[in-house]
């Protein structure tokens, strides 16, 4: 019971996180830019680009693995109610 609990609250924090991580981004990129002698728009821009990806490296990973976590949770429900979907010939 307490770890359908954290998963779920890993769920919201994971989508907080993928925000926060492109915001830094946006940020870093900003404060790169000035200090580089670059427009502040290209920075912000490169830097949100720079924190997609790394937000979707980061938290899509963490998303992957929670899914894997609910099919199998789902499949040990399945197994314990012996409702096992049909298949064909191995």
């Not at 779920?8 to 580089?36: P, R």
Request: charged share 10%.
């Amino acid at each position: 019971m307490i770890n359908a609990v954290l998963a779920s609250i890993l769920s919201a924090i994971n989508a907080l996180l993928a925000l926060a991580i492109v915001v830094a981004g946006a940020g870093f990129g900003s404060v790169w830019a000035n200090s580089e002698g670059y427009s502040e728009g290209i920075g912000i821009v490169i830097g949100l680009v720079v924190g997609l990806l790394v937000a979707v490296m980061v938290c899509g990973l963490l998303a992957v693995l929670l899914d894997i976590r609910a099919g199998i949770k789902e499949m040990t429900h399945l197994l314990k109610r012996h409702e096992l979907p049909p298949h064909g010939p191995v």
